[in-house]
């Protein structure tokens, strides 16, 4: 129906979301329990991670990442300015201090060339984000950190699925972090996790979440922890999550299609990755106008159609507690200036695809 609304987002719960809940609440297992390891295994499987972790969101995933890799009061860890601002909040949280980066303009993503720029002695750590389904170059990342030293901790909140060269996100770095909030890719409603390649590390991790208690002796706290565990109802929703991605992918990658073949011909521009080696998951399909006003058009035309939408993100430097240093990052403030989403979830049909294409269409023409 024409005058139905149109959410940017809805998760996908068509599989054994249910079925295991219910087995949450009939043995009274809600908080601990098995869907925690099984959901763990099930991620490490699919992504290729040597070891998972899981934790109760995405921000905390990254505080913890940013801890037990040893990222301490004072270090300077390079971070995009173009970022959801948990990124930026996690390296305050661990008394660390951002170092905010300019963005590439093809991909809107960390542009390691002005990292470079930014190395100083107190930096110990770069942290790039993967947005909206698209990937940073991992192995431009890599060598950049490699040549001056420093850990790498990838924010993948909203990276589930994508690929480079045929390997997972999040694999090969010193810890990568992922979130499963309502809107993401694959969802437990709130939930996050960890992944990392050294077994220590992983058990470090799993030590420090869980208020740093020895496995082996309990109320017995060897190092500063905290309460950062998933539950066992999180973990059934993403276990049940987990068994559907080719599915929920595979729409999305669909949908992204779509738009593009539809909103052809407009002066609009859409984040790139590079052709052949990046394997996208379009977790958010995200584009630009071609300018603030034109977005605002646009805006009007999908809120008269009934249509939610939102803007990218704003970034981080211009926000009141991280503004002191009064920096320009031209290419970041101009996505932000021009970026919007479009409604991009996994049950989006094919008559409502045509619903917000011709909206945007209406107000472009």
Request: glycine letters at 8%; proline letters at 5%; one cysteine or more.
């Amino acid at each position: 129906m024409q005058n139905t609304p149109i959410p940017i987002y809805r998760p996908y719960l068509e599989g054994n979301e249910k079925k295991y809940l219910n087995e949450c609440i009939d043995t009274a297992w809600i908080s601990g329990g098995r869907f925690v390891q099984d959901f763990e295994a099930a991620f490490a499987d699919y992504t290729g991670a040597e070891e998972a972790i899981s934790v109760t969101n995405g921000s905390v995933a990254l505080h913890l990442a940013l801890h037990c890799v040893g990222v301490r009061p004072g270090d300077e860890v390079l971070v995009p300015t173009f970022t959801y601002i948990a990124s930026v909040n996690a390296i305050v949280t661990a008394g660390a201090i951002p170092v905010f980066v300019e963005s590439r303009p093809d991909t809107w993503l960390m542009d390691v060339a002005d990292a470079a720029k930014r190395v100083t002695e107190r930096t110990t750590a770069i942290m790039p984000v993967h947005l909206y389904g698209f990937a940073c170059d991992m192995a431009e990342v890599q060598q950049f950190a490699d040549a001056h030293g420093l850990k790498v901790i990838e924010d993948a909140a909203e990276g589930f699925g994508v690929r480079i060269d045929g390997t997972h996100i999040g694999t090969k770095s010193d810890a990568s972090t992922f979130s499963f909030f309502g809107n993401k890719t694959i969802t437990c409603g709130e939930g996050g996790m960890v992944t990392v390649k050294d077994k220590d590390l992983a058990e470090h991790f799993r030590v420090t979440r869980n208020q740093g208690m020895s496995p082996t002796r309990r109320y017995w706290h060897d190092r500063l922890g905290f309460n950062y565990r998933m539950t066992n109802m999180q973990a059934a929703i993403g276990l049940a999550q987990i068994e559907q991605a080719d599915t929920i992918i595979g729409r999305k990658r669909e949908i992204y299609d779509a738009y593009r073949q539809r909103l052809e011909g407009l002066p609009l521009s859409w984040q790139e990755a590079p052709a052949g080696r990046f394997e996208s998951s379009y977790w958010l399909v995200s584009l630009l106008a071609p300018s603030k006003e034109a977005r605002e058009s646009i805006y009007m035309s999908l809120d008269d159609a009934k249509i939610e939408h939102r803007p990218v993100f704003i970034p981080a430097h211009t926000m009141p507690m991280y503004a002191e240093n009064k920096e320009t990052f031209r290419v970041a403030e101009n996505i932000a200036e021009r970026g919007f989403s479009l409604p991009s979830f996994p049950g989006l049909t094919t008559d409502e695809i045509d619903r917000v294409a011709a909206a945007v269409r209406r107000a472009l023409s």
